[in-house]
């Protein structure tokens, strides 16, 4: 894999989710790059320790902050902990996610309300409150969804997970217009099948060759690839770009439906 260049020295670098998968791998680049990096996790602090532990053993800075991104008072609590130490956040990559894989009939409002507070709602506050700090510093800065590109080619059983990622996608583009003048830029990526233990997890009795004979690529991405494409949308070197949704899949949202 290509070690990308990029410096961020001084920036810090907020990530939810990240104590593992893309998350993990985006922390590690960040922290690389010379980030102070923000290490967000929900319930697995070993995992979120061990990428601590890396980062700091190779000379880099980051931080733990546990929450739920979909409670206000996490939220909240991680923003200030974080401005308090480090200052304002320069750059706010939202990977953490829900899912739910509920026939659209056997989905309940429950489920809704957890997946669109998780997935929409979090990010939505998250994003407010970084860019009223980066407003009040005058620094502009980066925000940076991890979206899927099942926002916009559904499988069966993941109505609701599809639902909130197409919403992040359009929340990414009207952020990107009322955030330009602040000069803070809002982009998005949109993974496709990447090689993380939870993809593992869910097609381990199914065969990994009945998934990556679709793909026309013709293998699974790995984490590092999607961590790469957000640095760059991070980074001086995407000074213009704003509002886009960057599909990182492998050549999979190309490909036509039905038989060939």
Not at 93 to 99: F, L, P, R
Request: aromatic share 8%; charged share 20%; net charge negative.
């Amino acid at each position: 894999m290509a070690n990308y260049a990029f410096d961020f020295t001084g920036q810090t670098v907020f990530i939810s989710g990240a104590s593992r998968g893309i998350g993990a791998a985006t922390a590690r680049l960040f922290a690389r790059s010379g980030a102070r990096v923000v290490v967000n996790y929900r319930e697995d602090r070993a995992g979120a320790e061990e990428v601590v532990a890396e980062i700091t053993a190779a000379g880099g800075q980051a931080m733990i902050v546990q929450g739920d991104v979909g409670s206000e008072d996490d939220v909240q609590r991680m923003v200030e902990t974080v401005s308090a130490q480090w200052g304002p956040i320069r750059v706010l990559v939202h990977n953490a996610s829900a899912i739910n894989r509920k026939y659209f009939l056997d989905v309940n409002l429950d489920d809704f309300d957890r997946m669109f507070g998780a997935n929409v709602r979090g990010p939505y506050l998250m994003s407010q409150l970084a860019a009223q700090q980066m407003i009040a510093a005058g620094i502009g800065g980066s925000i940076i969804y991890i979206t899927s590109i099942l926002a916009r080619q559904t499988v069966a059983n993941r109505t609701l997970y599809a639902a909130t990622k197409g919403a992040l996608e359009s929340l990414t583009r009207a952020l990107a217009l009322d955030l330009a003048p602040h000069h803070i830029r809002v982009n998005a990526v949109a993974p496709g099948l990447i090689y993380t233990k939870a993809l593992r997890d869910g097609i381990s009795a199914l065969g990994e060759e009945n998934f990556t004979k679709y793909i026309p690529l013709h293998r699974f991405g790995e984490p590092q690839e999607i961590a790469s494409v957000v640095a760059f949308l991070a980074s001086d070197a995407a000074s213009y770009i704003t509002g886009a949704l960057i599909p990182v899949d492998g050549g999979l949202g190309v490909v036509e439906a039905g038989p060939k």
